[in-house]
Nanobody
Framework: QVQLVESGGGLVQAGGSLRLSCAASGRTFSSYVMGWFRQAPGKEREFVATLSGSGGSTSYADSVKGRFAISKDNAKNTVYLQMNNLKPEDTAVYYC?????????????????WGQGTQVTVSS
């Protein structure tokens, strides 16, 4: 069982940066693939980034590639999403997710554990 708690969201101007954190419970954090997803009002939840248990493999949505970076600290049981050069279209609730195993996934349905979400608002 994994419990996830996100933090770090807020209001930022376009071009600014935010770093989201996701603290995970459990002693097998390093064995989970971690992901970040987001959901804007009236839209479906979409994939943002994913990271292997070791932290050695990543994948990003095309819309955030080159601007966002996912990383983790296994000693702190925490995964991060560094978001740079934010745009108004990045406005959404951002969710941290975890799935057992080693295969990266961009599909929300494949993740069995979710945080409560943190709001990110980018003003123009």
């Amino acid at each position: 069982q994994v419990q996830l708690v996100e933090s770090g969201g807020g209001l930022v101007q376009a071009g600014g940066s935010l770093r989201l954190s996701c603290a995970a419970s459990g002693r097998t954090f390093s064995s989970y693939v971690m992901g970040w997803f987001r959901q804007a009002p009236g839209k479906e939840r979409e994939f943002v980034a994913t990271l292997s248990g070791s932290g050695g493999s990543t994948s990003y949505a095309d819309s955030v590639k080159g601007r966002f970076a996912i990383s983790k600290d296994n000693a702190k049981n925490t995964v991060y999403l560094q978001m740079n050069n934010l745009k108004p279209e990045d406005t959404a609730v951002y969710y941290c997710a975890a799935r057992a195993g080693v295969i990266l996934s961009t599909t929300a349905a494949s993740y069995g554990y979710w945080g409560q979400g943190t709001q990110v608002t980018v003003s123009s």
